[in-house]
């Protein structure tokens, strides 16, 4: 079975950080780019950044760099999201999903939602004033 599951997530001041993971299993990493997208309350879903299983490429929406990183480790099929600099507007629930590595590639930003094949479970962080 093809499985993802984000986690990491938690409450935190402003200023602080959070390291959210996504465990994969079931596919072959180095064809897929893994996506995390976060949805806030009231908000539509929103892609923040991907990473390319086969050559470590990343994308990141303009409102998260310099802040987000993200990262694989591909022998253990886990991508990592750091977020630093946390602030009480990156609330939200934040999701990982897979796509395949050719449309990241043609889209050279995190393709749309819909063209994402697999979704985990979401997970919370909340950040306080």
């Known amino acids: 079975d093809v499985q993802l599951q984000a986690s990491g997530g938690g409450s935190v001041q402003a200023g602080g950080s959070l390291r959210l993971s996504c465990a994969a299993s079931g596919f072959t990493f180095d064809d897929h780019a893994v996506g995390w997208f976060r949805q806030a309350p009231g908000k539509e879903r929103e892609g923040v950044s991907c990473?390319?299983?086969?050559?470590?490429?990343?994308y990141y929406t303009d409102s998260v760099k310099g802040r987000f990183t993200v990262s694989a480790n591909s022998a253990k099929n886990t991508v990592f999201l750091q977020i630093d600099s946390l602030n009480p507007e990156d609330t939200a629930v934040y999701y990982c999903a897979i796509v395949g590595v050719t449309t990241f590639q043609a889209f050279g930003v995190i393709p749309p939602a819909n063209y994402f094949g697999l979704w985990g479970r979401g997970t919370l962080v909340t950040v306080s004033s």
């Open positions: 990473i390319s299983g086969r050559d470590g490429t990343t």
